[in-house]
């Protein structure tokens, strides 16, 4: 793990119990990857947090992401939550929460865990729907495959946020 860079603005960085609940809440991950020449590579993906670990699915098959998830495990995450422009004093800004996680993706192997993943975004994204959970899982686990993101570092940053 490479040194941690020291925040522009200190004033503004979570405590990682803060920038965890951000994950929890967060619509949708962007992660990041080097391909193979070294030029970076991001891509925005649902994903369920469990057991302090990020998980995605994808299909089974070979593309970009996987290729170079295989080439080199380390990846970037970044999430944003409460994002929202505004006008305080005479500038514009914006009201947010944000992460920035680095770790390494590995494939899921354990086809109960894979399924368990499944679950888990469905249950996150469609909970209406958890009737339909097990046929569409039946449907589809031989051509999707799960990733897990185990992180070594996870850090917050939030401006301008809204009491709760």
């Known amino acids: 793990m490479s040194k941690p860079y020291k925040m522009q ?5 979570l405590t990682e119990a803060e920038a965890w609940e951000i ?3 967060g619509e949708y991950a962007v992660v990041s990857t080097v391909d193979p020449d070294g ?3 991001g891509v925005p993906l649902s994903y369920v ?4 670990k990020l998980y995605i699915h994808t ?3 070979g593309g970009h992401k996987i290729d170079d998830f295989e080439h080199d ?5 970044a999430v944003a939550t409460e994002v929202e422009p505004c006008f305080e004093d005479t500038f514009f800004t914006t009201r947010f929460a944000s992460v920035i996680a680095s770790g390494r993706i590995s494939k899921v192997q354990d086809r109960v865990m894979l399924r368990r993943v499944l679950v888990e975004l469905c249950m996150k994204y469609l909970p209406e729907l958890k009737d ?3 046929p569409a899982i039946g449907r589809e686990i031989d051509v999707t495959a799960a990733w897990c993101i185990e992180f070594d570092e996870v850090r917050g940053k939030a ?5 709760k």
């Open 39 to 41: 030029a970076p590579y």
């Open 9 to 13: 603005m200190g004033d503004r960085e």
């Open 132 to 134: 339909e959970i097990g």
């Open 159 to 163: 401006g301008r946020r809204l009491s």
């Open 73 to 77: 495990a380390r990846v970037s995450v």
């Open 23 to 25: 994950l929890e809440a």
């Open 59 to 61: 299909g089974e098959r």
């Open 49 to 52: 947090i469990m057991d302090k």
